[in-house]
């Protein structure tokens, strides 16, 4: 899974044919537009697992684990001043 963070009216493509441009939106609300040819399904997430009935199919549903928004490893971490010095 590849997680970006855009601003607002900028896109990103997908192939040559899927172009998904994000719209802005709130703390709790994203608006994206997609743009792809007629014969690609689009579908929310929510749709497909609440027309999902059979328990181990919907276990096989990908999922999304939120993760904090900067894990310790990507942190920059500053030297503290006296370390400088000598």
């Known amino acids: 899974m590849l ?3 855009v601003p607002t ?6 192939g040559d044919d899927i172009k998904i441009v994000f719209l802005g939106g709130s703390a ?3 608006r994206i537009m997609i743009d792809a040819p007629k014969e690609v399904a689009i579908v ?4 497909i697992e609440r027309n999902t009935a059979d328990p ?3 276990a096989r549903l ?11 490893k ?3 971490f500053k030297k503290p001043a006296n370390e400088n010095a000598g």
């Open 9 to 14: 009216k900028e896109y990103i493509m997908i």
């Open 56 to 58: 181990e199919e919907r």
């Open 62 to 72: 990908p999922k999304y684990y939120e993760h904090q928004e900067h894990p310790e």
């Open 3 to 5: 997680r970006l963070t």
């Open 44 to 47: 929310r997430g929510k749709l």
């Open 74 to 76: 990507y942190k920059k």
């Open 28 to 30: 709790n609300h994203n």
